[in-house]
């Protein structure tokens, strides 16, 4: 079974940047399109970026212009780098499949961002 290991979260302050990666135990992504999911305290889980196999990227209008995500395929890893962070950003940020319905959920990486 794939999992999916995301790292890369912390405290921050408003304006500043952080890099998510996920690393999955096996390949999964040279043949799906992956993406940058996000849970914020009392709210549903929604997908903020993701990125097709041939590398194009669409973006939720909340963090467009300022996060990039991107693939390597060859070391099974997906990141998000984010910039110009806001507190509204603040959540648990998951991996997985666009669309989903394959690996089961990671434990996620913890985002706050503080104004």
Same mark, same amino acid.
């Given at each position: 079974? *794939?999992? +999916? *290991?995301?790292? !890369? !979260?912390? +405290?921050?302050?408003?304006g500043g940047s952080l890099r998510l990666s996920c690393a999955a135990s096996r390949s999964i992504f040279s043949i799906n399109a992956m993406g &940058?999911?996000?849970?914020? @305290?009392?709210?549903? $889980?929604?997908? *903020?970026? %993701?990125?097709?196999?041939? !590398?194009?990227?669409?973006?939720?209008?909340?963090?467009?212009? $300022?996060?990039?995500?991107?693939?390597?395929?060859?070391?099974? /890893? =997906?990141?998000?780098?984010?910039?110009?962070?806001? @507190?509204?950003? /603040?959540?648990?940020?998951?991996?997985?499949?666009? @669309? +989903?319905?394959? @690996? %089961? &959920?990671? $434990?996620? /990486? +913890? *985002?706050? =961002?503080?104004?």
């Open positions: 079974q *794939v999992q +999916l *290991v995301e790292s !890369g !979260g912390g +405290l921050v302050q408003a &940058w999911y996000r849970q914020a @305290p009392g709210k549903q $889980r929604e997908l *903020v970026a %993701r990125i097709t196999t041939a !590398g194009s990227t669409v973006y939720a209008d909340s963090v467009k212009g $300022r996060f990039t995500i991107s693939r390597d395929n060859a070391k099974n /890893t =997906v990141y998000l780098q984010m910039n110009s962070l806001k @507190p509204e950003d /603040t959540a648990v940020y998951y991996c997985n499949t666009v @669309p +989903l319905g394959g @690996p %089961r &959920w990671g $434990r996620g /990486t +913890l *985002v706050t =961002v503080s104004s």
